[in-house]
């Protein structure tokens, strides 16, 4: 896969979608944890709270796939994207410091993940540098 300035990971317990972009197109990568999350449910009325744990491997291979872009913008459904931006900070500060925005985004394809982002980094681009 070519590599691009900006990339928006799209992430939940599933799957992590990855889409690199530039004026001239994107590419995109899926990265699956190898162990998935099943769905649980919390007996109604219950005061326990159910979360899934942190899969460190899964995290892992979405920060390597990062390594070579500048920016990121980090989406997502639910707490995953937040439990990934805290592993990135405690075990992969160089690519922590590429995230530019955490946003909630429930499940779109990828052609809306790609207009999102681009709007996004439109934005975002005229306040941050652009350095190579």
Partial sequence: MPHHYHAIVWIDHHEARILEFSEEGSDQAVIRPRHPVKHLHTKSGSRSSWRAPEDREFYKAVAE??????EVLIVGPANAKLAFI???HKHDPVTADKIVGVESIDHPTDGQLVHYARNYFKGADRM???ID
């Fill in 86 to 88: 805290k592993f990135l």
């Fill in 128 to 130: 941050l540098p652009q």
């Fill in 65 to 70: 796939k990062l390594g070579p872009v500048h």
